[in-house]
């Protein structure tokens, strides 16, 4: 049973830039949520996606944008990179509305470097 | 509003010490409480869970309880190894809203031989 998987690993971007990190979901997961985790810091929600559709938004702006395929793998994009967004960006996956609701997986991670 | 609160870091103890990491939480309604654990380079792995008060999480050794009259949720380890060598955060989420985590700044434990 395949876990949360992310790509890709590491990214380096110079100030400007946009960047584009894709997630698929763990098997039988339909809701897919990103996170921003700074150095030394705790993850910060950026948002959900279910059924294809924003459900929840953190504190992040426009810059920050996702989607949601039909076969629930999701892409965070952020655009106008700033030297403040390098950082090590999860995504995590729940069951939505079946099973273990309240309990959220997450991948491996892609740390980006802007320069 | 929800937030979490961890004691500070880091934490450094010896092979086969007592770990207590302290969690305290603040939030509307009864969350269910999560700690994670993050391996250098890597991303976060769930640890344990408790969703109700009195409810006590265990894994790999590890023990926290859902104290609701405390508001509280410290993470226990009889006898701690090198390879508990990570960056523990505590968590939690809301039931009446499934929609995101809310995590705790991190403790760095660092267990020397």
């Known amino acids: 049973d395949a876990g949360v998987t992310q790509s890709p690993t590491h990214l380096i971007k110079t100030r400007g830039q946009q960047v584009t990190l894709r997630c698929s979901p763990k098997s039988g997961h339909d809701t897919v949520s990103w996170y921003q985790q700074a150095l030394g810091q705790g993850p910060q929600f950026i948002f959900q996606y279910y059924e294809e559709e924003e459900r929840q938004r953190g504190n992040f702006p426009d810059r920050f944008s996702g989607h949601q395929f039909p076969n629930y793998s999701s892409e965070l994009n952020v655009n106008a990179l700033l030297l403040g967004d390098s950082a090590l960006y999860l995504c995590?996956?729940?069951?939505?509305?079946?099973?273990?609701?309240?309990?959220?997986?997450f991948g491996p991670g892609t740390r980006l470097t802007v320069l | 509003g929800n937030s979490v609160t961890q004691m500070e870091g880091p934490v450094t103890l010896s092979e086969e010490a007592f770990l207590t990491i302290n969690c305290t939480y603040t939030a509307t309604g009864y969350p269910s409480l999560f700690w994670y654990v993050q391996y250098p380079g890597e991303g976060l792995q769930l640890l344990l869970k408790?969703?109700?008060?009195?409810d006590k999480g265990s894994n790999k050794g590890f023990e926290a309880t859902y104290r609701k009259e405390t508001t509280s949720f410290h993470l226990e380890k009889g006898s701690v190894q090198v390879s508990d060598s990570a960056v523990y955060f505590c968590?939690?989420?809301?039931?009446?809203?499934?929609?995101?985590?809310?995590f705790g700044p991190g403790t760095s434990l660092s267990v020397i031989p």
């Open positions: 995590a996956s729940n069951p939505g509305l079946a099973g273990d609701l309240d309990t959220q997986y």
């Open positions: 408790a969703t109700k008060a009195d």
């Open positions: 968590a939690l989420i809301r039931k009446t809203s499934y929609d995101k985590v809310i």
